[in-house]
């Protein structure tokens, strides 16, 4: 069982950066593929980022080049980078976990997701 909780959220003008955390609860975290995930208002949750246990990363193609997943196993936390920032990226963000296997790019691919922090772009 492991526990997850976002920080990092808030409003940011178009072009700007954030960086999310994500820390996890309990003495295994190195052994969970991380990924992030965002859901907009009316829209379903969509992968954003994914980060395995060697570091291995994947990004979905809209963010590319603006947002970069990190982790650092040594404090039990995960991070999303998020620069040029646009209206578009205004979600909640949520970070989930998950021993491995497939769908690393799929709600379904995760067994742990923390509550989701808010990330708000204005134009």
């Known amino acids: 069982q492991v526990q997850l909780v976002e920080s990092g959220g808030g409003l940011v003008q178009a072009g700007g950066s954030l960086r999310l955390s994500c820390a996890a609860s309990?003495?295994?975290?190195?052994?969970?593929?991380m990924g992030w995930f965002r859901q907009a208002p009316g829209k379903e949750r969509e992968f954003v980022a994914a980060?395995?246990?060697?570091?291995?990363?994947y990004v979905t193609d809209s963010v590319k080049g603006r947002f970069t997943i990190s982790r650092d196993n040594a404090k039990n936390t995960v991070y999303l980078q998020m620069n040029s920032l646009k209206p578009d990226d205004t979600a909640v963000y949520y970070c989930?976990?998950?021993?491995?296997?497939?769908?690393?790019?799929?709600?379904?691919?995760?067994?742990?997701w923390g509550q989701g922090t808010q990330v708000t772009v204005s134009s």
């Open positions: 989930a976990a998950r021993g491995g296997g497939a769908y690393r790019s799929t709600v379904r691919g995760y067994d742990y």
């Open positions: 980060i395995s246990k060697s570091g291995s990363t």
């Open positions: 309990g003495r295994t975290f190195s052994s969970y593929d």
